[in-house]
């Protein structure tokens, strides 16, 4: 996982583009994949401000860049079309290096099955795009086995070599893939895991991690699942840092351009519902399991492949923001006190497209100590500590929670605020509120693992 995105982002523009430097921006004209040169408008979400760029005071000055969602009649893919500067995307980024206990026992558990399954010993060689800190890498260390990191933030990769895990700082593409072959890099296995989704170069991206595959080795890459995004509505997810959605179809498509076939996919159940994708050089003739054709199957049955599922997915998200307005509105009307918990880019993505601003909500809660005190981009609430839920002069009868991929673990933070009548008012995937009455029945109900680490502490 990547700290850092833009570091993966190639900061050059791609064939075909518009440039906006007044605007700091470009409005991709082809498919970012295969180059497909009429993309079909998905859902436009306005000019919206950059999600994660918190403001240092309420009436700081900020950007706002169109944000459009395009589906490729060419390759599935499902992209925005406007790629922002990554000096401009990541100038206010804030830092947060922590990892939750679930995300390492994730990366701990993909690490002893490629170990099994690939059989890999003192030999072999794994190699990870984006990084981070070694929290991926450092469980094929401790088996003994040989690794290189490549991380382009350069604080973070020497927080990962002094770990103990080779780290070389480079900014990864085609070149920087090429370069390290020549230099005798082979690897048994090449990881990215939730990097390909930030990553504007993708067939550069994709040429350089073949280029360092042995030919008998293995492309692991992890990246939230599209399906699931549609399944749930989960439209938040949509903002200028995410500028691609995959589906295996489209998957399919862009590894095949560079000779790798897709052998294996799990659905896994991080970040909201994700793919791990498994490819291998075609040189290999892979044995290919019965999974893909399976998935690949289904995308095409529900219609992924199609245009006309998306536009049904634009429609739900306009109900989905005009039920939780309205909700907001009648609550308001009744004299309740609102505000909302978690400020996140996924708050960012729904209050800005929703057009829910301070008429509705007092304050942002957030946990975080680097985020209280700014503001939020956009409607410019206050991000305050939660310690507010205590206090009877402040406290909200209703807060809509914007972190609703940490929904359980909130409401078991927040159990006095709910024990006191408080309510968490949930946008996604449909409208419905936890109280102290349904507390108990949401912590039956299955668990996805949350998203986690530096993304996630900002998703
Ligand atoms: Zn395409």
New binding site residues.
């Given amino acids: 996982m990547s700290t850092s995105p833009a570091a993966n982002i190639n900061p050059g523009t791609t064939p075909g583009t518009t440039a906006d430097t007044a605007s700091r921006y470009v409005i991709e004209q082809r ?6 040169g009429s ?1 079909d408008l998905v859902l436009d979400l306005g000019r919206v401000p950059l999600a994660n760029n918190l403001l240092r005071t309420a009436d700081e000055p900020h950007p706002r860049f169109p944000l459009s969602l395009a589906f ?6 499902v992209q925005i079309r406007e790629t922002v500067e990554p000096e401009v995307l990541f100038g206010h980024y804030l830092y947060f290096s922590s990892f939750s206990q679930a995300m390492l026992a994730h990366a701990k558990g993909e690490a002893e099955m490629l170990i099994r399954r690939r059989n890999l010993t003192r030999d072999s060689l794994v190699v990870e795009v984006a990084s981070n800190d070694g929290y991926l890498l450092k469980n094929f260390v401790a088996a003994g086995i040989g690794v290189l990191g490549i991380e382009p933030a350069r604080n973070i990769a020497e927080v990962a070599s002094r770990n103990g895990i080779p780290t070389r700082c480079e900014f990864f593409g085609r070149d920087v893939g090429q370069r390290l072959a020549r230099e005798g890099v082979r690897a048994d296995c090449v990881l990215g895991n939730n990097v390909l989704a930030h990553v504007a170069d993708l067939n550069g991206f994709v040429a350089g991690a073949a280029a360092m595959l042995k030919p008998t080795g293995v492309a692991v890459f992890e990246f939230p699942y599209l399906g699931d995004m549609i399944e749930h509505a989960e439209f938040d997810t949509i903002y200028h840092e995410h500028l691609c959605y995959f589906s295996l179809t ?1 998957i399919n ?1 862009l590894f095949a351009r560079h000779g790798l076939i897709v052998s294996d996919v799990e659905r896994i159940a991080v970040h909201g519902g994700s793919l791990r994708v498994f490819a291998e050089p075609a040189g290999a003739s892979p044995v290919v399991a019965p999974a893909v054709a399976s998935l690949l199957a289904h995308e095409r049955q529900t219609g992924m492949t199609t245009g006309a599922f998306y536009a049904r997915f634009a429609q739900r998200v306009r109900d989905l923001c005009d039920a939780l307005v309205r909700d907001l509105r009648t609550r308001k009307a009744a004299g309740q006190k609102l505000a909302a918990y978690g400020a996140s880019a996924k708050g960012s993505t729904l209050m800005n497209f929703a057009g829910i601003d301070a008429t509705l909500l007092d304050f942002i809660c957030d946990l975080s100590t680097a985020k209280q005190g700014h503001f939020a981009p956009g409607n410019a609430l206050a991000i305050v500590s939660p310690d507010v839920l205590r206090d009877p002069a402040l406290r909200p009868d209703a807060l809509v929670l914007l972190s609703w991929n940490w929904a359980r673990e909130i409401a078991r933070q927040q159990r006095a605020y709910l024990d006191g009548g408080g309510e968490f008012i949930v946008p996604i995937p449909h409208l419905h509120t936890i109280s102290a009455a349904n507390l108990e029945a949401l912590d039956r109900s299955a668990a996805p693992v949350g998203p986690s680490g530096p993304l996630a502490a900002r998703a």
């Fill in positions: 498919c970012r994949s295969c180059g497909h993309l490729c009649p060419g390759c599935s893919l489209a498509a």
